[in-house]
């Protein structure tokens, strides 16, 4: 018996050594675990906030993705348009006279040639006189051949004329005509259009153009006989020789009055016909005038 109750008190106390070995190596591991334990985050770095580190991460995705890193405004109001609504954006269209241009180099050319040899194989007051005519006729030649054009833009129609430079706003044009002139109406004015000068000799070419190919026959024919006889028609005959043909000018005047109808009824479309004289023309032809002038009144 004695044996047995010393068998059972020594089981007893291996047992309580053991639990308390391992109430000691608890106490060990939890206090090595608060001592490793990291400091507490702040408020910017918990979940659901970005540090600096994460805000730069996404400042960069946001780069790359085309935004500005905060709510997408910046590329959504690169998208706008000044209303608001993605509108379709277009440069000014521009319509000029290439025969008048190409006539103006050439008196220019022709003016220079003049002016230069008079200054160099002249004499007395032939040099001067020369000069003075050359600052006389050289704008006057360039406003009337080179200058003029007419802009269609988004907003407004620019015309410039020889003196006068006019900007009409789409909503104050009220008509757009080409009769013997082109001409257009705005808050009761008349402006001509100087750069798409009216061809009669076009549109009647046009004119019989139509009218032959409504009537189903050849457009175009060739070259008739000896003494008058009957013209042959064409053998080949282009897909384009059979539509309808406008002159240069009527064609220019409907893509403008389309311009106007189109964005007539805009809001940035609005406002005063402004008009302004051409200075820079204005001035050196009177400066020539004046010494032209001069030199003739005190030539002997």
Request: hydrophobic share 40%.
């Amino acid at each position: 018996m004695t044996s047995e109750h010393e068998r059972g008190s020594g089981e007893d106390r291996t047992a309580e050594g053991a639990d308390g070995a391992a109430e000691a190596a608890g106490s060990a591991e939890a206090a090595g675990t608060e001592g490793n334990a990291p400091a507490a985050e702040p408020i910017g770095q918990r979940a659901g906030h970005d540090g600096p580190e994460a805000r730069d991460g996404h400042q960069t995705r946001d780069a790359l993705d085309g935004h500005d890193g905060h709510d997408g405004r910046g590329s959504h109001d690169r998208g706008e348009g000044r209303d608001g609504a993605d509108e379709p954006r277009f440069a000014d269209r521009v319509f000029r006279s290439p025969a008048g241009m190409a006539g103006g180099v050439v008196l220019l050319a022709l003016g220079v040639w003049l002016v230069t040899d008079a200054v160099i194989g002249g004499a007395g007051r032939t040099p001067w006189l020369a000069l003075a005519g050359l600052l006389f006729a050289a704008p006057l030649v360039v406003a009337f051949t080179l200058r003029p054009a007419v802009f269609a833009g988004e907003h407004r129609l620019r015309v410039r004329n020889p003196f006068r430079t006019i900007e009409i706003p789409w909503g104050t044009v009220e008509t757009i005509r080409a009769g013997y002139s082109s001409e257009v109406v705005a808050d009761g004015a008349k402006y001509q259009m100087w750069a798409i000068p009216v061809s009669l000799r076009a549109r009647k070419k046009a004119t019989r153009h139509n009218e032959r190919v409504a009537a189903g026959k050849s457009p175009t024919a060739g070259p008739g006989g000896l003494f008058g006889g009957r013209q042959m028609p064409n053998v080949a005959v282009g897909e384009s020789e059979l539509t309808e043909k406008r002159a240069a000018s009527d064609q220019a005047i409907a893509e403008i009055r389309d311009l106007a109808e189109t964005h007539g009824t805009k809001e940035a479309a609005q406002g005063s016909v402004a008009v302004r004289w051409s200075f820079e023309v204005l001035v050196p032809v009177l400066a020539g005038a004046v010494l032209l002038a001069i030199l003739f009144a005190t030539r002997q």
